[in-house]
């Protein structure tokens, strides 16, 4: 069950907080997909919604972030692609 980006069990379905999430990346290590977890938590400061990102995530959402401060609108535009496809669900809650 989801809360938030938060995993859930059946036991706790009113607590959203529990646990972080742990989702396997695009990148690809000699045994297979590396996982990494969803620890670095995002706000949208327009809508108030918060998603967990992995440390990848959550580097391409702060590039995103620094480069529309320094209007530097192509670096954020490819910032912004590759988050999308990251993490759609993510890029709708925090970017679009």
């Known amino acids: 069950m989801w809360c938030g980006g938060i995993v ?6 009113d607590d959203c907080t529990l646990r972080s999430e742990t989702r396997s990346t695009r990148q690809k290590t000699k045994k297979g997909r590396q996982m990494e977890k969803r620890i670095y938590k995002r706000t949208n400061p327009f809508s108030g919604e918060s998603e ?5 995530e959550a580097m391409l959402h702060d590039e995103v972030k620094q480069a529309e401060a ?3 609108y192509e ?7 590759k988050f999308s496809k990251l993490n759609p669900k993510a890029y709708m809650t925090l970017l679009d």
Do not use: I
């Not at 670096?75 to 692609?81: G, S």
């Open 52 to 56: 967990l990102l992995t440390n990848t």
């Open 70 to 72: 320094m209007e530097q």
């Open 8 to 13: 859930m069990d059946s036991m706790h379905r």
């Open 75 to 81: 670096k954020m535009q490819k910032a912004l692609t």
